[in-house]
């Protein structure tokens, strides 16, 4: 009976605390405590341990892991069958060819995998031996973090940060409170308060905490940070006592203890099922555009290879169908052999050929791709200009696969603070009833001694503008959450609040409080504490004045403001209340509305965050009106929330307007410049935080992110609740459209004139609702689509209030459209690494917010504006050169095989080989295979500098535009041209040179030597070609090369070699050599199979060149020097306009120092039409007359008139 009472008293406990709906739940025992007898049943439940995991591999599974990972790449897979097969099978080429490169490929990527992830281990040891402190019978222990368990106690001391997912049971404050930091998890970096558990926050020691006897039931592990329901039952002598639990009894993994000695709390969530954790997206492999390409070239090669074999199989067969043209005796047939079923010897012949073709699938290309990625990426780490003297940090590659991808971002998911901001707020001014106040510059009507160089504003009050301004600063100093500590450092950081005082710090759960306290201490007004219920502030005369805090109306996301409520000294009761500028408006009966509104309105435009200052003097009867609503309210257990809305609403009516301040949230140094460069690339830039609308929106006008021409559209939670989700889609799609016309923007600048440019703001809750894969509206549509289509015709998009897993979601629904754009997301926190994993392009910054992003990045920089080189300059290079390396890999291996398909034609389809073995195996690991790999290091087809300052440039390599199919086709059809002029030309050659001039015949040795000369030499001199940017160490490696192949062929041809049974090429090479029209025949195939190219590279230059050609010949003509002159992109007026854009454009831009030189150089480039032309013009000084330049349509015209400046 007794246990049916208990269970009957749990349920009703249940229903009491409004958790009727309790689906799927955990027992949580305090300290491993059983519940006394007669309460509920005791259940073990078992649960992970604490250790965090981000690694890939363990030491068992890396080796078959890692292998199945390698041979997915059609390649890898590719060059095992060959390899089997020469295993099984007699083939003309021995195993080695094929098993030895395909060995050297695994190897070095496995070694370069297994490095990366055992980094990764060692990070996670770091955070898993950790030591924490538990509490366990009534002392305190050390533990690792990892053998931390669910239901342990545990004691954290300020400044530490949390190692699991805890709930709050007593602290060392008094009230039973805590202040945290959650930056590493949703970016903000300003003090949360958090409450300890009614009933328990008086155990202020081991002993005392040890005694609890509690359980805790709560709902499973989910992700949503914002979100915990759950109850937990103290026993304290017979009856239970049931109270619930919420987000604000919740601290979470990877936050920090501030401004509390130490707290006591009981772990709930452990390991991978913390809140942080289960935001973290698994580590999948990344895959480039660029390897994708490679793949999809590989199939068409394999099907050629196939398709080779399958005509070389035939026409033997058809060949030997003639009784007198059977099977060679020479090729060693045996009887069985012959005697063999045709099919089976059919498919023999047919995995021979495949086997003498196979060198046309280049594997050693997948080890130089290899060699280019893990080397290039050196040359980020060793950039001096991404280093960061402050933090004293480099920029670090964790993962070298995705190099190229830098050069092909469309889409930039960046974080809001510690990205692009800062996240420090700096009081700006204040404006009280239409006078300025700027601390230190104007104050009281005074001009300040430091601002003697400043443009004033009349602000001098008249005389009964005394009272309003003191009240106003009163306001300021009373109306805040903030806190003040009384101790040494913050974050290491030395700030004092008032002479002659002990040193003190205010810290508070908004940083926008903080830069409001400290400007009123600039401007004369000092907070100094809340003591006993009374908030004490030194005013002007350094007289301490004193005022009761009564109530605190807090500030939420809906109403936008805050008030309190004090009693001052003189018995007079006041109400204060500050808020977002449209929420305090409509509120107000008296003041100077329209004079405030002007300079609020100004400030927004600046970028500024602004807020309104109002207050109401209430009588006894109306305070006493106040509280009573105030009270009822907060004793509701039904719809508290609404109910307390209702009352505020009630109490912050009839308002007096004071003033407006104005706050600015400080940019990374040069995030404006980097965002506006990314524009100008073809970029588009969207910004997810967990940040309020109104601070983001901010923000994104001081980032340039927005402009002030932004038309900005809003699909909020406060929009969706006066129309429907459905209206408000089809609203703004309805706008957007008609502006453009239907056609999207996504190949126009979001800096272009023409037309409305459109900004996006969406929120959380909004998104979530566009994303929910079912509407049950059947009008609705697919409201993915038309999100993704009104994003589309915005040049920027601002998403707030995300949970990290929505960063994600965005992100791979931005992946996902009909484009498949290249993304890019960058971020500092711990709340910014599943949309860093879900990217095709990870970075992260090494910021204040811990380095659990720098750690999951593909990249880590120190600083936001180091983004601007990384992209347009090492991603542009990367690009460039990995697809040369692609494209020339194919090329260069298709002049290598299809001499031998041709060959076959004229020895009877016997799968003779054309080379020695030797030449074989060392065509792609030798002869041919440094120049490229140098060449994919440092060619510069554009001086760095000019990258830089012409993002515009960026866009020439987008959308994978040089490894596109008539690219790649152009390459093969040169290839197979010079491999026919190689072959034919020696046929020939050879037809009339039959004899040295010693008698001694040629023999098919030497023809295929002959080839094989012409050959390494047409594609080594191929790529000298192409080479723009020409150090001693190309010289060196490219002649280099050939003068080793010639060495070698001396060396392999002049001696007998003991170890070989054969010596088929001994005095071959020489032999061939001894001959004149060797020689000339040499020369004359190298010359012939070189000048189509060029032919076609010197007419296109003429007649079509490319931005980038047209950049080349205007340095070669200044010698290197063309990047001392900003190039004039952006410029669409013509030429007879550009001295005035100039000037425009220097009064915004500070000059570069090297710009006050003497101009000795007149080089620039302009639009002229549509496209660039760079072009030489009279020194910019000069530049008046720009009409006898107007005709010049070609690319580049003649020198100016030398002018002296």
């Known amino acids: 009976m007794g246990m049916d009472l208990s269970t009957l008293r749990t349920l009703i406990s249940r229903y009491c605390v409004g958790e009727e709906n309790w689906v799927d739940n955990r027992t949580v025992y305090i300290g491993h405590k059983e519940p006394p007898p007669g309460a509920e049943a005791y259940i073990l439940q078992r649960y992970p341990d604490n250790r965090i995991v981000s690694s890939k591999y363990t030491f068992l599974n890396f080796v078959p892991k890692n292998l199945f990972e390698q041979f997915r790449r059609i390649a890898n897979f590719y060059f095992l069958i060959i390899f089997l097969v020469e295993l099984i099978i007699d083939t003309p080429t021995s195993p080695i060819t094929s098993g030895l490169p395909l060995f050297f490929v695994i190897t070095v990527t496995a070694i370069k995998q297994g490095y990366e992830d055992w980094l990764r281990h060692k990070a996670d040891n770091a955070v898993n031996q950790c030591p924490v402190h538990v509490v366990q019978h009534g002392k305190v222990v050390r533990k690792q973090s990892r053998k931390l368990r669910v239901g342990d106690v545990v004691m954290v001391k300020e400044n530490e940060t949390f190692p699991c997912d805890l709930i709050l049971l007593s602290s060392s404050r008094d009230d039973g409170t805590c202040y945290v930091t959650t930056a590493s998890l949703d970016g903000e970096s ?151 079923h045709i099919v089976i010897r059919a498919f023999t012949d047919f995995l021979a050929f495949m086997v003498l073709f196979n060198y046309i699938i280049p594997v050693s290309m997948y080890v130089t791709v290899e060699m280019q990625k893990f080397l290039g990426s050196y040359f980020i780490m060793w950039d001096d200009e991404m280093f960061d003297e402050e933090l004293g940090e480099r920029a670090v590659v964790n993962t070298s696969d995705l190099n190229e991808e830098l050069g092909q971002v469309e889409y930039v998911f960046t974080d809001k603070t510690g990205t692009l901001t800062e996240n420090n707020m700096e009081f700006i001014e204040c404006c009280v009833d239409g006078h300025v106040y700027v601390p230190h510059v104007i104050c009281n009507g005074q001009i300040m001694p430091d601002a003697a160089s400043m443009d004033m504003i009349d602000s001098s009050p008249g005389p009964g503008a005394r009272e309003s301004e003191e009240l106003f ?155 009573h609503l105030l009270s009822s309210a907060k004793l509701a257990l039904q719809e508290r929330d609404k109910r307390l809305a209702e009352a505020y609403d009630q109490i912050e009516k009839d308002l007096i307007l004071l003033g ?73 799609s309805r706008t957007v459209l008609r502006q453009h016309g239907g056609m999207t923007r996504d190949n126009i600048s979001g800096l272009s004139g023409d037309g409305t440019d459109y900004g996006l703001i969406i929120d959380g809750a909004t998104l979530s609702a566009v994303l929910k894969p079912g509407q049950e509206d059947s009008n609705s549509g697919n409201y993915k689509e038309i999100f993704l289509e009104i994003c589309r015709n915005c040049s920027a998009v601002l998403c707030c209030r995300m949970a990290p897993l929505q960063k994600a979601q965005i992100v791979k629904l931005i992946k996902a459209s009909k484009e498949h754009p290249i993304t890019l997301a960058i971020g500092d926190g711990a709340n910014d690494v599943s949309m860093i994993l879900e990217a095709h392009v990870g970075i992260g910054i090494m910021g204040k917010e811990g380095r659990q992003a720098a750690r999951n990045s593909d990249y880590a920089i120190p600083k936001f504006k180091h983004l601007k080189k990384m992209l347009l300059v090492h991603g542009h290079y990367y690009y460039i050169r990995i697809s040369e390396l692609v494209q020339y890999f194919f090329y260069k291996n298709v002049c290598f095989i299809f001499p031998q398909f041709l060959y ?173 029209p060797a020689w000339l025949s040499i020369i004359l195939l190298i010359t012939a199979s070189l000048v189509p190219d060029v032919v076609k590279k010197v007419v296109c230059r003429a007649l079509w060149p490319t931005t980038t050609e047209q950049i080349q010949n205007a340095d070669k003509l200044y010698n290197g020097q063309l990047s001392e002159f900003t190039p004039l992109a952006a410029l669409h007026a013509p030429p007879s306009q550009g001295g005035r854009r100039r000037d425009s454009a220097s009064q915004r831009n500070p000059p570069n120092p090297r710009r006050s030189e003497p101009l000795t150089k007149k080089t620039m480039f302009t639009r002229w039409r549509n496209t660039p032309d760079y072009c030489t013009f009279a020194p910019l000084l000069r530049f008046a007359d720009g009409s006898r330049h107007s005709k010049q349509g070609h690319a580049y015209g003649g020198a100016g008139p030398e002018t002296s400046v």
């Not at 209340?577 to 305090?584: E, M, V």
């Not at 923000?699 to 559209?713: D, E, G, M, P």
């Not at 020895?907 to 073995?917: A, N, R, V």
């Open 190 to 340: 300003s003090h949360k308060t958090y409450y300890a558990v009614q009933d328990t926050k008086a155990f202020k020691t081991e002993e005392d905490v040890d005694s609890i006897q509690a359980t805790i039931e709560c709902e499973q592990p989910q992700p949503d940070l914002y979100k915990f329901v759950g109850r937990v039952n103290i026993y304290m002598d017979s009856e239970p006592v049931a109270r619930p639990l919420g987000a604000e009894n919740l601290l979470l993994r990877g936050a920090t203890l501030k401004n509390t000695e130490y707290i006591y709390a009981v772990a709930i969530y452990t390991g991978m099922e913390t809140k942080m954790a289960l935001n973290y997206q698994s580590k999948t492999q990344k895959r480039s555009a660029v390897e994708k390409s490679m793949n999809a070239y590989l199939v068409v090669y394999l099907c050629i290879l196939i398709s080779k074999a399958f005509i070389n199989t035939v026409l033997k067969y058809v060949w030997q169908a003639d009784p007198n043209r059977d099977e060679p005796w020479y090729n060693e047939r045996t009887k069985a052999e012959r005697q063999r």
């Open 473 to 627: 600063f009163r306001a300021l100093c009373l109306c805040h959450t903030v806190q003040v500590k009384e101790e040494e450092t913050v974050d290491g950081i030395k700030q004092g609040i008032h002479q002659g005082k002990a040193t003190s710090f205010y810290i508070s759960s908004s940083p926008d409080e903080v830069a409001l306290v400290e400007g009123m201490k600039r401007l004369g007004f000092t907070y100094l504490r809340l003591k006993d219920s009374h908030m004490e502030i030194l005013n002007r005369e350094d007289e301490i004045e004193r005022f009761e805090l009564l109530d605190v109306l807090t500030f939420d996301s809906v109403r936008r403001r805050m008030s309190v409520i004090v009693r001052s000294s003189t018995g007079e009761v006041y109400l204060f209340c500050k808020g977002a500028d449209s929420s305090i408006f409509p509120r107000v009966i008296s003041g100077k509305v329209e004079q405030v509104r002007a300079r609020v309105e100004h400030n927004a435009v600046e970028g500024l965050r602004t807020l309104c200052v109002a207050y109401r003097r209430l009588s006894p009867d109306q305070y006493q009106e106040v509280c």
């Open 660 to 732: 407006a301040t104005a706050v600015e949230d400080r940019l990374q140094e040069k995030a404006a410049d980097t965002i506006e460069s990314l524009h100008k690339a073809g970029m588009k830039v969207w910004v997810l935080t967990g940040d309020k609308m109104e601070t983001a929106a901010a923000t994104c006008y001081a980032s340039k992110l927005f402009r002030r021409s932004t038309q900005i559209l809003e699909l909020t939670t406060k929009r969706t609740e006066e129309q429907s989700l459905h209206d408000v889609l089809f609203d703004l």
């Open 904 to 1076: 076959q034609f004229f020895c009877g389809f016997s799968q003779q080989p054309l080379y020695d073995t030797a030449y074989l195996t060392l065509y792609n690991i030798s002869f041919t295979s440094l120049p490229i790999l140098l060449y994919s290091l440092i060619e510069q087809h554009i001086n760095m500098d000019i990258l830089k300052k012409d993002p515009s440039l960026y866009r020439d390599i987008a959308k994978n535009c040089l490894l596109r199919w008539p690219i790649f086709i152009y390459w093969t059809v040169l290839g197979v041209y010079d491999a026919i002029v190689m072959f034919f030309g020696a046929y020939f050659l050879f037809d009339n040179t039959t004899f040295t001039s010693n008698g001694q015949m040629f023999g098919n040795w030497t023809f295929g030597t002959l080839v094989f000369t012409v050959l390494v030499f047409t594609v080594t001199f191929k790529l000298a070609l192409d080479t723009h940017y020409w150090t001693w160490i190309n010289h060196f490696i490219i002649w280099g090369s050939l003068i080793f192949f010639v060495v070698f062929s001396l060396l392999w041809g002049g001696i007998i070699w003991p170890f070989l049974n054969y010596q088929r090429m001994y005095y071959v090479f020489m032999q061939m050599l001894s001959s004149g």
